[in-house]
Every structure is written in structure tokens, then in C-alpha cells.
């Protein structure tokens, strides 16, 4: 778009089939609605010479038109004489929905994907008013901004919109500073990517057992009412805030991902823990109440217990198993982490992520060799971005590091039933004052 | 029935602004198109084989593959300001 609009370039762009309603929204909502395009078959990757020369000689999977004729008319067929250029369409988004019966209201929000598909409480202006009465900052404030990928424009949304959405979720007005605060944090709990991701959110400080959140048995499980709504309440307000969530338009993950239900919310077992919370290794102090953003949330690996002979080569493999564009936060029971302790004498979460990064390793030809490393690694590391340009440097079969120390985190959660413990892949986003909301 | 009234969750969308597309050409024959990689998911694989339509359909027509400077989520002016010095149109893909 770019290309041809800013720089006078005649441009055909080349998309596949899939993302045919995807790619026509981008270009209305970038402005160019009439922007050229041709589509081929999915997928591209992996198909031989032979395969992608009959995508060539073979017919657009829109048009039916040859895929060449699309080509070659995108770049010679004059624009179209009736084609505004200059023209500013003012879009909003009315505050309230036509009245209805109950039952059509319930329909209508699944109808248009502003539900999770799971019932939810209607937001009567009684009921916000409710949820509105648990912060100071007033109903028209701006919170924030968001989009589902960075090629769709950034909606913004206000106090009063958020508790909507927690009002939907089934929250208790008293957890709105926590909601609050992940609005504001602009990190979408239902960003759009082929690879279905999630989001993990962390709770830190004493809204913890304000709002009796658990960080102990079932911590991360269906068994606590705040942490199911707020989850719950981050994936909604994400969703519609955002300008929606649709399958095939605004949402194109392959498979989904069901750990977006109530993207992983969960409080850090300070208590239990041996080593400094989450939000204070982030700059906070331990007295201040914070929520913790991940996402690109998709993978877990998970073991028993920190073994005395070969717990180095257990952790490794975990690590090893990992696509290595995934980050990993490891998720240790409160056993588990005093078991680091005694094994690698990791007495800070800091020392613990050293080892981890630097034995997290994979021979050079295989790293280069993922796709998700071709894709968003490899073009930085040739464009001379440390430290991925210096690993391109090594021979194939040397063992180089997966992992940035900045991307590897450390959090304890459970309640000590037993020393299990995880590895999510996943990439940190940011730590939010939940105090600010208040 | 009776009737509830309920807010409306969605947030407040931008303001949409038309963007100009660019005079197209009358013609392809001399012209020097550019074919530019995206860098994602064998994208290069398919311009060869486009690259090569080229060559054995319009002989006329040069063209030139180039890839994105870095990732496709980064702008690239110096690839646009080549492609705007030295060419005449674009093939860019592909974008998924």
C-alpha cells in the first residue's frame, strides 16, 4: 500500500486464498479499498518449484481469472474513473444496542462475536454503573488503544467501555482495577496470528488477597472466581475493544487456542515463593498491586520435580523441545523452585535465567532452519540486528543460544501438592499498576 | 416482553482516510518490474517461478527480484526509494 500510494509505484500484491476477506478489510480500513490483488493456492511454504509454477500458470482462487491476468491487469488496467482519493469516512460506535427481549439480546452478542460463545451477563446501565463505581477514573476516560495485528488500524476505548465487557466476563465490580489495568496495558489478549496464541496474565501484590485470588491449589485452573473473570474479562474487552475478534476477518489463528478462555490468569504465590515476585523484578515495589502481560502464549512443556543426576539434561530438553522464536517463562510450583535452589544454588530468579540461557542451545543449521526463525529472525539477523546477526556467523553444527536472557522469566505458582512445573512459551509484554486504577 | 436495554461493547473506531492509488501503465512491454519478497513463508520460492513466467511469456519485460530489508512487520524506504528510482511497477507478496 505503501508503495503505491506514497511512493506512485503501481503495485500487485500477492496473497493466499484464506486470507481473502482478511486482506479485503485491511485495505478498506488502510483506505484503499481498490487496492490490486491476486491470489494463489495455500499454502506456499513448503511446496516444490514445480507446485508454485502451476500457482503461476494456474487461475486466481477468487477471481477465477488467470493468476497472470490478475497480475498483469493489476499493473496496466487504469483506476477506475469514480475512485475518490479524497475522501474521510468518520466512523463511531453507538453506546447503546436497540432495546430487545432478553433472550434476542443473547443471541444478538454471539451473533456478532462479542461473546467467547459462553453466556454472558448482560451490561444494563445498572450493572455498569456498578463496576463504574469501583474506580476513580471517570466513564468517558480514554484507557487505551488496540488492534489485532499490526496491520489493522488501533480502536480506542474509555473507562465505561471496559466495564462492559467486565460486566459481560461476570466480574465483581471490585476486581475493576485489575481489568482496568489490563486494558490500559494496549496488549491484545486476542491478537491475530496463523499460529493461534494466547495470553497469560500474572497478578502480583496485595489485590491478590484482596479480591482472594488463588495462588496455591489449582492456581491456574477453573477453581477462583476472580481469576476466572478477569481472564475471562481481559479475552472480551480485548475482543471487542479492539474491533473484533471474527474468525477468517479479524482472527486467523489455524487452530485456535483454548487456553484463550481465560488466558491463563493466575496470582504469583508471593508467600510460598523463595525468591522476589514477579512485579517487583520489574521495578515495582512489593507493597504495590500489578498485573503482568504475556502473550504469544501457545506452548507448554511440563515435568516432575528438579532430579539430582540429570535434572541439567531434563531441563534442556524442555528447553531444546521449544520452537525457539517462543520465549520461555518457566511456571515452578513453590517445591520446585526451593529444588532449583538446592540443586543449581539459584538463590535469585536472575541466576536461574543466566543458566537457562546459556544452556539452552541448538546447533546453528538447525536454528536457522525453522520457519518461524526464517520468517522473523533471519531478515533482522541479515539486516545486522544483534545479537541474531553475530549467530549467523556460526558454523552449522555449533551450539548457539535460543534464547535473550531478557526473554526468559521466572514466575511460582501452586500450592505444593507435588513439585510439578512448567515451561510456557510465551513473550513477555509488560507490568501494569493495578494501584493507578483504583 | 419486555425490553432490556444494554451498552454496546465495542471500542471507537479511527477515522478512515482515502489513500490514492497510483497511475497505472499503459503497457508492461520495456518496463522493469520489481518483484519483492516479503521474506515470510518461502515467499521467494513463488516469484522465481512468477519471475520465470515472465521470461518465457513476456521476454519484453524486465524484472528483478528483490527481497524486504529486514522482517515484513518493519517499513523499507530504501527498498521503496530502488524500487521508485529504477522501476516502473511492483509485484510484492506473499502477504499470506
Redesign the interface.
Known amino acids: 500500500?505503501?508503495?503505491?500510494?506514497?511512493?506512485?509505484?503501481?503495485?500487485?500484491?500477492?496473497?493466499?486464498r484464506?486470507?481473502a476477506p482478511?486482506?479485503r478489510s485491511v485495505i478498506?480500513?488502510?483506505?484503499?479499498p481498490?487496492?490490486?490483488l491476486a491470489f494463489?493456492p495455500q499454502?506456499?511454504?513448503?511446496?516444490t518449484?514445480a507446485e508454485?509454477?502451476a500457482?503461476?500458470?494456474g487461475s486466481d482462487t477468487i477471481t477465477g481469472r488467470p493468476v497472470?491476468q490478475e497480475?498483469?491487469e493489476g499493473?496496466?488496467?487504469?483506476?477506475e474513473a469514480d475512485?475518490?482519493?479524497?475522501?474521510?469516512?468518520?466512523?463511531?460506535?453507538?453506546?447503546?444496542?436497540e432495546?430487545?427481549?432478553?433472550e434476542n439480546?443473547h443471541a444478538l452478542?454471539q451473533e456478532n462475536h462479542?461473546s467467547d460463545q459462553l453466556p454472558i451477563i448482560?451490561?444494563?446501565?445498572e450493572r455498569?454503573a456498578e463496576m463504574l463505581a469501583h474506580t476513580s477514573h471517570p466513564a468517558d476516560e480514554v484507557v487505551g488503544h488496540?488492534r489485532p495485528t499490526?496491520f489493522r488500524?488501533?480502536?480506542?476505548?474509555?473507562v465505561?467501555?471496559v466495564a462492559?465487557?467486565a460486566v459481560?466476563a461476570g466480574a465483581r465490580p471490585e476486581y475493576f482495577p485489575v481489568i482496568l489495568a489490563l486494558a490500559a496495558s494496549g496488549a491484545s489478549a486476542r491478537g491475530s496470528t496463523?499460529s493461534s496464541a494466547a495470553a497469560m496474565v500474572v497478578v502480583n501484590g496485595p489485590i491478590r488477597n484482596e479480591l482472594a485470588m488463588n495462588s496455591g491449589i489449582g492456581a491456574m485452573g477453573p477453581y477462583n472466581h476472580a481469576t476466572a473473570t478477569i481472564g475471562r474479562a481481559y479475552g472480551?474487552l480485548s475482543q471487542?475493544?479492539?474491533?473484533?475478534s471474527v474468525p477468517g476477518l479479524t482472527y486467523?489463528g489455524s487452530q485456535g487456542n483454548n487456553y484463550a478462555y481465560n488466558n491463563v490468569a493466575f496470582a504469583e504465590n508471593e508467600e510460598r515463593s523463595p525468591w522476589e515476585p514477579f512485579h517487583v523484578q520489574h521495578g515495582l515495589k512489593a507493597e504495590e498491586s500489578a498485573v503482568s502481560v504475556f502473550t504469544g502464549c501457545r506452548s507448554t512443556a511440563f515435568t516432575l520435580g528438579v532430579r539430582e543426576t540429570y535434572w541439567r539434561e531434563h531441563v534442556r530438553n524442555m528447553l531444546r523441545g521449544m520452537d525457539p522464536h517462543e520465549s520461555p517463562t518457566f511456571l515452578l510450583d513453590p517445591i520446585t523452585a526451593r529444588q532449583f535452589i538446592d540443586r543449581g544454588g539459584f538463590n535469585t530468579k536472575e541466576k536461574l535465567v543466566a543458566w537457562v540461557q546459556d544452556n539452552a542451545r541448538m546447533p546453528a543449521g538447525e536454528y536457522w532452519d525453522y520457519?518461524l526463525i526464517?520468517?522473523?529472525?533471519?531478515?533482522?539477523a541479515?539486516?545486522g540486528?544483534e545479537p541474531w546477526a553475530s549467530k549467523l556467523k556460526a558454523a552449522p553444527n555449533e551450539l548457539i543460544p535460543m534464547f535473550r536472557t531478557e526473554d526468559i522469566h521466572v514466575v511460582v505458582v501452586g500450592g505444593e501438592t507435588n513439585g510439578y512445573w512448567r515451561i510456557m512459551g510465551c513473550n513477555y509484554q509488560k507490568t501494569v499498576s493495578v494501584d493507578a486504577w483504583r | 416482553?419486555?425490553?432490556?436495554?444494554?451498552?454496546?461493547?465495542?471500542?471507537?473506531?479511527?477515522?478512515?482516510?482515502?489513500?490514492?492509488?497510483?497511475?497505472?501503465?499503459?503497457?508492461?512491454e520495456g518496463k522493469t518490474?520489481y518483484l519483492?519478497d516479503a521474506?515470510?513463508?518461502?515467499?521467494e520460492?513463488?516469484l522465481?517461478?512468477?519471475q520465470?513466467?515472465f521470461a518465457d511469456?513476456m521476454p519484453a519485460v524486465k524484472t528483478k527480484l528483490v527481497?524486504?530489508?529486514?522482517?515484513?512487520?518493519k517499513?523499507d524506504p530504501k527498498t521503496?526509494?530502488e524500487?521508485?528510482r529504477n522501476?516502473?511497477?511492483?509485484?510484492?507478496?506473499?502477504?499470506?
Open positions: 500500500m505503501t508503495l503505491d500510494s506514497t511512493y506512485g509505484v503501481p503495485t500487485v500484491s500477492l496473497h493466499t484464506p486470507f482478511a486482506v478498506r480500513v488502510n483506505g484503499m481498490r487496492a490490486r494463489v499454502p506456499v511454504m513448503g511446496k518449484p508454485l509454477r500457482y503461476v500458470d497472470m497480475v498483469i499493473l496496466t488496467r487504469p483506476i475512485d475518490p482519493t479524497d475522501m474521510v469516512y468518520e466512523r463511531t460506535t453507538p453506546r447503546l444496542v432495546p430487545d427481549s432478553e439480546l452478542f462479542w448482560l451490561p444494563t446501565e455498569v488496540m499490526m488500524e488501533y480502536w480506542e476505548y474509555t465505561e467501555k462492559v465487557n459481560m496463523t472480551l471487542n475493544l479492539q474491533g473484533g486467523l520457519q526464517q520468517n522473523y529472525i533471519y531478515p533482522r541479515t539486516f540486528e | 416482553m419486555a425490553k432490556l436495554t444494554v451498552l454496546n461493547p465495542m471500542g471507537y473506531p479511527p477515522k478512515i482516510t482515502r489513500k490514492p492509488l497510483a497511475p497505472r501503465l499503459s503497457s508492461l518490474i519483492v521474506r515470510f513463508d518461502d515467499s520460492l513463488l522465481r517461478e512468477m520465470g513466467w511469456n527481497q524486504l530489508s529486514s522482517v515484513y512487520t517499513d521503496w526509494e524500487i521508485k522501476g516502473d511497477a511492483a509485484i510484492i507478496g506473499v502477504g499470506h
